[in-house]
Protein backbone atom coordinates (compact mmCIF):
# COMPACT_ATOMS: atom_id res chain seq x y z
CA UNK A 1 0.00 0.00 0.00
CA UNK A 2 1.21 3.47 -0.74
CA UNK A 3 0.92 6.53 1.44
CA UNK A 4 -1.36 8.16 -0.92
CA UNK A 5 -3.37 10.61 0.59
CA UNK A 6 -4.79 14.28 0.04
CA UNK A 7 -3.44 17.76 1.31
CA UNK A 8 -6.13 19.75 3.74
CA UNK A 9 -8.40 22.17 1.15
CA UNK A 10 -9.17 24.65 3.41
CA UNK A 11 -12.41 26.60 1.15
CA UNK A 12 -15.95 25.51 1.85
CA UNK A 13 -18.68 26.10 -0.11
CA UNK A 14 -22.04 24.97 0.19
CA UNK A 15 -23.34 23.10 -2.97
CA UNK A 16 -26.72 21.32 -3.77
CA UNK A 17 -25.73 17.11 -3.97
CA UNK A 18 -27.61 15.26 -6.46
CA UNK A 19 -27.34 11.59 -5.40
CA UNK A 20 -27.63 8.24 -7.12
CA UNK A 21 -29.46 7.14 -4.05
CA UNK A 22 -31.20 7.25 -0.26
CA UNK A 23 -28.48 4.69 0.53
CA UNK A 24 -25.52 6.90 -1.83
CA UNK A 25 -26.78 10.03 0.14
CA UNK A 26 -27.04 8.09 3.58
CA UNK A 27 -22.84 6.60 3.18
CA UNK A 28 -22.17 9.95 2.05
CA UNK A 29 -22.77 12.34 5.04
CA UNK A 30 -21.61 8.90 7.37
CA UNK A 31 -18.29 8.61 5.67
CA UNK A 32 -17.76 12.70 6.00
CA UNK A 33 -17.71 11.95 9.88
CA UNK A 34 -15.11 9.30 10.22
CA UNK A 35 -12.65 11.37 7.50
CA UNK A 36 -9.70 13.35 9.23
CA UNK A 37 -10.86 16.50 7.38
CA UNK A 38 -13.88 17.18 5.62
CA UNK A 39 -12.65 19.37 2.52
CA UNK A 40 -13.16 18.73 -0.70
CA UNK A 41 -11.07 15.98 -1.42
CA UNK A 42 -12.89 13.87 1.23
CA UNK A 43 -15.79 15.13 0.14
CA UNK A 44 -15.11 14.14 -3.48
CA UNK A 45 -13.62 10.64 -2.24
CA UNK A 46 -16.50 9.70 -0.23
CA UNK A 47 -19.35 10.64 -2.44
CA UNK A 48 -17.69 8.73 -5.34
CA UNK A 49 -17.17 4.98 -2.92
CA UNK A 50 -20.92 5.93 -2.28
CA UNK A 51 -22.68 5.45 -5.90
CA UNK A 52 -22.05 1.43 -6.20
CA UNK A 53 -23.34 -1.02 -3.53
CA UNK A 54 -20.13 -2.51 -3.67
CA UNK A 55 -17.64 0.35 -2.87
CA UNK A 56 -20.02 1.62 -0.23
CA UNK A 57 -20.13 -2.30 1.42
CA UNK A 58 -16.08 -2.76 0.60
CA UNK A 59 -14.70 1.23 1.90
CA UNK A 60 -12.76 -0.02 4.82
CA UNK A 61 -10.37 -1.90 2.31
CA UNK A 62 -10.47 1.36 -0.19
CA UNK A 63 -9.76 3.68 1.82
CA UNK A 64 -8.14 4.05 5.25
CA UNK A 65 -10.01 6.39 7.75
CA UNK A 66 -7.04 7.00 10.06
CA UNK A 67 -4.53 7.43 8.09
CA UNK A 68 -6.05 9.13 5.37
CA UNK A 69 -4.33 6.92 2.33
CA UNK A 70 -5.99 4.87 -0.28
CA UNK A 71 -5.25 1.53 -0.78
CA UNK A 72 -4.69 0.91 -4.46
CA UNK A 73 -4.60 -3.06 -3.91
CA UNK A 74 -8.05 -3.45 -3.27
CA UNK A 75 -8.31 -2.54 -6.99
CA UNK A 76 -7.18 -6.32 -7.63
CA UNK A 77 -9.23 -7.61 -5.49
CA UNK A 78 -11.96 -10.52 -6.48
CA UNK A 79 -15.32 -8.73 -5.52
CA UNK A 80 -14.74 -5.72 -8.17
CA UNK A 81 -16.67 -5.28 -10.85
CA UNK A 82 -15.93 -3.14 -14.27
CA UNK A 83 -17.81 -0.26 -12.59
CA UNK A 84 -16.43 -0.48 -8.99
CA UNK A 85 -13.46 -0.15 -10.57
CA UNK A 86 -13.72 2.51 -12.22
CA UNK A 87 -15.57 4.17 -9.23
CA UNK A 88 -12.81 3.58 -7.36
CA UNK A 89 -9.75 5.27 -9.68
CA UNK A 90 -12.27 8.21 -10.25
CA UNK A 91 -12.33 8.60 -6.18
CA UNK A 92 -8.43 7.74 -6.10
CA UNK A 93 -8.45 10.29 -8.50
CA UNK A 94 -9.96 13.32 -7.28
CA UNK A 95 -8.90 12.31 -3.94
CA UNK A 96 -4.62 12.79 -5.11
CA UNK A 97 -4.83 14.65 -7.81
CA UNK A 98 -3.34 11.50 -9.89
CA UNK A 99 -3.05 8.03 -10.62
CA UNK A 100 -1.88 6.37 -7.29
CA UNK A 101 -2.59 2.57 -8.30
CA UNK A 102 0.43 2.81 -10.94
CA UNK A 103 2.71 2.38 -8.15
CA UNK A 104 1.72 -1.14 -7.68
CA UNK A 105 3.45 -2.00 -11.08
CA UNK A 106 7.07 -2.41 -11.39
CA UNK A 107 6.85 -2.71 -15.64
CA UNK A 108 6.48 0.40 -17.84
CA UNK A 109 4.02 -1.17 -19.83
CA UNK A 110 1.92 -1.94 -16.81
CA UNK A 111 1.94 1.44 -15.49
CA UNK A 112 1.20 3.09 -18.84
CA UNK A 113 -1.85 1.08 -19.27
CA UNK A 114 -2.51 1.07 -15.76
CA UNK A 115 -2.39 4.82 -16.16
CA UNK A 116 -4.66 4.69 -19.42
CA UNK A 117 -7.64 3.13 -16.89
CA UNK A 118 -7.75 6.31 -15.56
CA UNK A 119 -8.57 8.66 -18.63
CA UNK A 120 -12.42 10.15 -19.34
CA UNK A 121 -12.83 7.80 -21.89
CA UNK A 122 -12.62 4.28 -19.57
CA UNK A 123 -13.57 5.76 -16.40
CA UNK A 124 -17.01 7.25 -17.88
CA UNK A 125 -18.06 3.94 -19.55
CA UNK A 126 -19.71 2.93 -16.79
CA UNK A 127 -23.67 1.93 -15.92
CA UNK A 128 -23.74 4.33 -13.24
CA UNK A 129 -23.32 7.05 -15.77
CA UNK A 130 -25.35 5.83 -18.58
CA UNK A 131 -29.00 4.96 -16.18
CA UNK A 132 -28.45 8.63 -14.69
CA UNK A 133 -28.82 9.39 -18.30
CA UNK A 134 -31.89 7.49 -18.94
CA UNK A 135 -29.55 4.30 -20.46
CA UNK A 136 -29.47 0.70 -19.92
CA UNK A 137 -27.09 -1.46 -20.31
CA UNK A 138 -25.98 -5.30 -19.64
CA UNK A 139 -22.46 -5.45 -18.42
CA UNK A 140 -20.78 -8.28 -18.78
CA UNK A 141 -19.26 -9.80 -14.87
CA UNK A 142 -15.56 -9.95 -14.92
CA UNK A 143 -13.88 -13.06 -14.19
CA UNK A 144 -13.28 -13.61 -10.43
CA UNK A 145 -15.70 -10.62 -9.29
CA UNK A 146 -19.28 -10.73 -7.16
CA UNK A 147 -21.14 -10.57 -9.96
CA UNK A 148 -19.47 -13.04 -12.00
CA UNK A 149 -19.80 -15.78 -9.23
CA UNK A 150 -23.63 -14.40 -8.81
CA UNK A 151 -24.36 -15.55 -12.32
CA UNK A 152 -21.80 -18.65 -12.10
CA UNK A 153 -23.75 -19.65 -9.11
CA UNK A 154 -27.12 -18.90 -10.69
CA UNK A 155 -26.34 -21.30 -13.44
CA UNK A 156 -25.13 -23.79 -11.41
CA UNK A 157 -28.36 -23.76 -9.78
CA UNK A 158 -30.32 -23.88 -12.69
CA UNK A 159 -28.18 -26.96 -13.97
CA UNK A 160 -29.14 -28.33 -10.53
CA UNK A 161 -32.82 -27.97 -10.68
CA UNK A 162 -32.56 -29.39 -14.26
CA UNK A 163 -30.87 -32.36 -13.39
CA UNK A 164 -33.38 -32.99 -10.47
CA UNK A 165 -35.99 -32.43 -12.75
CA UNK A 166 -34.18 -34.70 -15.27
CA UNK A 167 -33.28 -37.38 -11.82
CA UNK A 168 -36.98 -37.18 -11.09
CA UNK A 169 -38.29 -38.28 -14.46
CA UNK A 170 -35.68 -41.00 -14.39
CA UNK A 171 -37.61 -42.50 -11.25
CA UNK A 172 -41.01 -42.31 -12.37
CA UNK A 173 -39.41 -44.09 -15.78
CA UNK A 174 -38.03 -46.48 -13.24
CA UNK A 175 -40.97 -47.24 -11.09
CA UNK A 176 -43.13 -47.78 -14.19
CA UNK A 177 -40.96 -50.47 -15.61
CA UNK A 178 -40.76 -52.32 -12.25
CA UNK A 179 -44.40 -52.03 -12.32
CA UNK A 180 -44.27 -53.48 -15.71
CA UNK A 181 -42.29 -55.92 -14.32
CA UNK A 182 -44.14 -57.12 -11.49
CA UNK A 183 -47.62 -57.26 -13.79
CA UNK A 184 -45.54 -59.40 -16.27
CA UNK A 185 -44.35 -61.81 -13.28
CA UNK A 186 -48.19 -62.08 -11.99
CA UNK A 187 -48.92 -62.60 -15.91
CA UNK A 188 -46.38 -65.15 -16.43
CA UNK A 189 -47.53 -66.71 -13.05
CA UNK A 190 -51.04 -67.02 -14.17
CA UNK A 191 -49.83 -68.52 -17.57
CA UNK A 192 -47.97 -70.67 -15.33
CA UNK A 193 -50.24 -71.93 -13.51
CA UNK A 194 -53.03 -72.27 -16.14
CA UNK A 195 -50.30 -74.02 -18.35
CA UNK A 196 -49.58 -76.81 -15.51
CA UNK A 197 -53.68 -77.00 -14.93
CA UNK A 198 -54.26 -77.89 -18.67
CA UNK A 199 -51.21 -80.48 -18.97
CA UNK A 200 -52.08 -81.90 -15.53
CA UNK A 201 -56.04 -82.25 -17.06
CA UNK A 202 -54.64 -83.57 -20.12
CA UNK A 203 -52.42 -85.84 -18.12
CA UNK A 204 -54.85 -86.93 -15.89
CA UNK A 205 -57.92 -87.78 -19.46
CA UNK A 206 -54.57 -89.78 -20.77
CA UNK A 207 -54.39 -91.70 -17.63
CA UNK A 208 -57.55 -92.57 -17.36
CA UNK A 209 -57.99 -93.58 -21.14
CA UNK A 210 -55.06 -95.98 -20.06
CA UNK A 211 -56.17 -97.38 -17.22
CA UNK A 212 -59.75 -98.26 -18.89
CA UNK A 213 -57.91 -99.86 -22.12
CA UNK A 214 -56.07 -101.73 -19.89
CA UNK A 215 -59.13 -102.66 -17.76
CA UNK A 216 -61.08 -103.61 -21.10
CA UNK A 217 -58.15 -106.05 -21.74
CA UNK A 218 -58.00 -107.65 -18.47
CA UNK A 219 -61.95 -107.93 -18.49
CA UNK A 220 -61.44 -109.62 -22.58
CA UNK A 221 -58.93 -112.23 -21.14
CA UNK A 222 -60.65 -113.30 -18.29
CA UNK A 223 -63.60 -114.60 -20.47
CA UNK A 224 -60.96 -115.86 -22.96
CA UNK A 225 -59.70 -118.25 -20.20
CA UNK A 226 -63.53 -119.28 -18.61
CA UNK A 227 -64.32 -120.50 -22.28
CA UNK A 228 -61.22 -122.20 -23.00
Known sequence: MNGHTALRAETEKKEQIIFASKAHEKFYYEKLKEVRYPDVYHKALCYCLGISEDTRRTVYQVYDFKTGCVKTECLKQGWQTSGSQRIIRMAFNLYCNGTPSIYDYEETDEMLSECREYTVEEIFCCSYICRQNGLEIQEEPE??????????????????????????????????????????????????????????????????????????????????????
Open 143 to 228: YGGREYMEKQEFIIREQKEKIARQEEKLREQEEKIMDNDILIEEVSALAYDKAVEIVTDSVRSRTQEEDMALLDNLCDAVVNSTKN
